[in-house]
């Protein structure tokens, strides 16, 4: 059985997620050919790579950064969040402003992370490896928005928050995750007139960028995650809701769908808690 390149995979993602090339965030470490058997799991260290060649694994897969170029870069793919909310009637000087806090604060994290470490051990062991990232959650953001609309299109009535949820619970990614879907901002009986669906763009935009969606009218903001303290930064003068949908469930949206397409093209996938 002819395997796949690590170029291959990479190409895959791009096709699915409507990218030309890769973002800075996602890094093939060690290319490869002919992978047969490949591991795959949210966030690969050196234990998981030792782990793909007990279990006769011929390539890992992370989705999250894992060293090189895809650390060191990685702000600069917060500047999709400039995109995103620009696309939802975001006055762009305002949205860059808004994003202006996380990355200062991601280019400081960035240039503390021990970047080589985990590529040095794929290097060592001649094992194929690679990360996709952005790629990943931008398949994962268009099922999601997807969902939404239509699920909105058949209601007969205002759509609320509880509907959001409802509708993104019809993906079995939320219906079967251990993490309920949350709204640890605003109420699940408000409207949901205006949606962003605020995935694919490194990590959430914590409590300045929601600001700057409900300031423009943006009434519903939808993350994976959001930090207990920006939490309660948005709570203190609320102006719109906060949905977040759960890490695990909502990176499984996307990493889903394209292990799927790898499947299909005889790959075997052996998952690690994704
Ligand atoms: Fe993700
Ligand atoms: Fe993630």
Same mark, same amino acid.
């Given at each position: 059985m002819a395997g796949i390149s690590t170029d291959e995979l990479v190409a895959i993602a791009l096709e699915m997620a409507g990218m030309r090339r890769l973002p @800075?965030?996602? %890094? &093939?470490y060690v290319p490869g050919r002919e992978i047969q058997r490949l591991l795959v799991a949210l966030d690969v260290g050196a234990a998981e790579l030792l782990l793909a060649r007990e279990l006769g694994c011929d390539g890992v897969l992370a989705h999250h950064p894992a060293g090189g170029r895809a650390i060191l870069r990685?702000? %600069? #793919?917060?500047?999709r969040h400039v995109e995103l909310m620009v696309e939802h009637g975001v006055d762009p000087a305002a949205a860059k402003a808004a994003l202006q806090p996380l990355v200062a604060r991601a280019v400081l994290r960035a240039h503390a992370a021990n970047y080589d470490q985990v590529p040095a051990v794929a290097r060592a062991l001649g094992l194929p490896f690679l990360n996709l990232h952005l790629p990943l959650d931008e398949i994962g953001r268009r099922i999601m928005v997807e969902t939404i609309e239509q699920y909105r299109s058949q209601l007969d009535r205002e759509c609320t928050v509880q509907d959001v949820i409802d509708a993104l619970r019809t993906l079995p990614e939320f219906a079967e995750a251990e993490t309920p879907i949350m &709204?640890?901002? !605003?109420? #699940?009986? *408000?409207?949901? *007139?205006r949606i962003a669906? #605020?995935?694919? @763009? !490194?990590t959430n935009g914590g409590a300045p960028v929601a600001q700057a969606y409900f300031a423009h009218g943006v009434d519903t903001v939808i993350y994976l995650h959001l930090a207990p303290e920006e939490a309660e930064r948005l709570r203190i003068e609320p102006a719109g809701t906060v949905i977040v949908v759960g890490h695990l469930a909502g990176d499984r949206v996307g990493i889903n769908r394209y292990l799927a397409e790898v499947t299909r093209r005889g790959i075997e996938v052996v998952r690690l808690g994704v």
């Open positions: @800075a965030d996602s %890094e &093939v990685f702000p %600069e #793919v917060l500047t &709204v640890p901002v !605003g109420a #699940v009986d *408000r409207p949901a *007139r669906v #605020v995935h694919g @763009a !490194g």
